[in-house]
Antibody
Framework: QVQLQESGPGLVKPSETLSLTCTVS?????????WGWIRQPPGKGLEWIAS???????YYKPSLKSRVTISLDTSKNQFSLKLTSVTAADTAVYYC???????????WGQGTLVTVSS | QSALTQPRSVSGSLGQSVTISCTGT?????????VSWYQQQPGKAPELMIY???KWPSGVPDRFSGSKSGNTASLTISGLQAEDEADYYC?????????FGGGTKLTVL
């Protein structure tokens, strides 16, 4: 059973950089598929952020592209998200997921709440 | 890159059917056969219910079905059960990115 687990700080100060890592087990991320990040502000809907293919091609939500970087670490079977210049609007539960392509995410992490506050 | 349009809420009685619509544009829903649907229970991660417009992941009952016409996709749940009460999100491939719908809260009466 493929499992994903998000990790990273739960509290980030405004204007700083949010950094999250997703550790994948029972599947090698270099073997195939895409790997993505989705977030959900408290009480609101899902927002796709970015994804990266197993070969390293990246895709970003246009309105976030200037602030987001997604990357792979195949040696650790992890992928990561960096979001710069955060504001309170970036407060959300952040999920990592395996994307079969076209936004079809079949395995999800449990999600991690990141709060942006001073 | 606007979110896909879903009704904020729908309701149906036990055993009945409900349909949730998801309207986009020719640049997303209408342009790709990559529409998926997710069910989210409170406090839980979303669960894939339908992918590629009308395909079922393993383990999802065939009470859930998907379709698409033009720029609008639909999720139909037949034989409503109490455990179907949840939030539902559509999702579509767009040009170089992926977009979600705003979500629909399903209430089972």
């Amino acid at each position: 059973q493929v499992q994903l687990q998000e990790s990273g700080p739960g509290l980030v100060k405004p204007s700083e950089t949010l950094s999250l890592t997703c550790t994948v087990s029972a599947y090698s991320i270099s073997s195939g598929y895409h790997w993505g990040w989705i977030r959900q502000p408290p009480g609101k809907g899902l927002e796709w952020i970015a994804s990266i293919s197993h070969s390293g091609s990246t895709y970003y939500k246009p309105s976030l592209k200037s602030r987001v970087t997604i990357s792979l670490d195949t040696s650790k079977n992890q992928f990561s998200l960096k979001l710069t210049s955060v504001t309170a609007a970036d407060t959300a539960v952040y999920y990592c997921a395996r994307d079969l392509g076209g936004g079809t995410s079949d395995y999800w992490g449990q999600g991690t709440l990141v709060t942006v506050s001073s | 890159q606007s979110a896909l349009t879903q009704p904020r809420s729908v309701s149906g009685s036990l055993g009945q059917s409900v349909t949730i619509s998801c309207t986009g544009t020719s640049s997303d829903v209408g342009g790709y056969n990559y529409v998926s649907w997710y069910q989210q229970q409170p406090g839980k991660a979303p669960e894939l219910m339908i992918y590629d417009v009308s395909k079922w992941p393993s383990g999802v009952p065939d009470r859930f079905s998907g379709s698409k016409s033009g720029n609008t996709a639909s999720l139909t749940i037949s034989g409503l059960q109490a455990e179907d009460e949840a939030d539902y999100y559509c999702c579509s491939q767009a040009v170089g990115y992926v977009v979600f719908g705003g979500g629909t809260k399903l209430t089972v009466l």
